[in-house]
Nanobody
Framework: QVQLVESGGGQVQAGDSLRLSCSAS????????MGWFRQAPGKEREFVAA????????YYADSVKGRVTISRDNAKNTVYLQMNSLKPEDTAVYYC?????????????????WGQGTQVTVSS
């Protein structure tokens, strides 16, 4: 049974930083590409970042490029999302997800397992 547990969310001020973590179990983590998505109140869930199984390739949404870094530690079965220069519009529930073997990187339907999410609130 695949389990993904996100942590690290919280309430911060604009300009602050946060590092989100997603701990995975029940899968061969080192063989799976991973992604982060977010869902703001009243909006659809959107892609934030993704990383290949080895960590050698990363993808970012234009809205976070330059402020966010995705990384992973395969020895710890954990993927991270370092977020800097946070803005109020970054306020959302952040989810990590396991990418399917085949498919694209940016759409929800390319991901097959999801965590419960962690809330990030950025105040101005």
């Amino acid at each position: 049974q695949v389990q993904l547990v996100e942590s690290g969310g919280g309430q911060v001020q604009a300009g602050d930083s946060l590092r989100l973590s997603c701990s995975a179990s029940g899968l061969t983590f080192s063989s799976k590409a991973m992604g982060w998505f977010r869902q703001a109140p009243g909006k659809e869930r959107e892609f934030v970042a993704a990383i290949s199984s080895s960590g050698g390739t990363t993808y970012y949404a234009d809205s976070v490029k330059g402020r966010v870094t995705i990384s992973r530690d395969n020895a710890k079965n954990t993927v991270y999302l370092q977020m800097n220069s946070l803005k109020p519009e970054d306020t959302a529930v952040y989810y990590c997800a396991v990418r399917r073997v085949l498919g694209g990187w940016y759409a929800e339907n390319y991901y097959e397992y999801w965590g419960q999410g962690t809330q990030v609130t950025v105040s101005s």
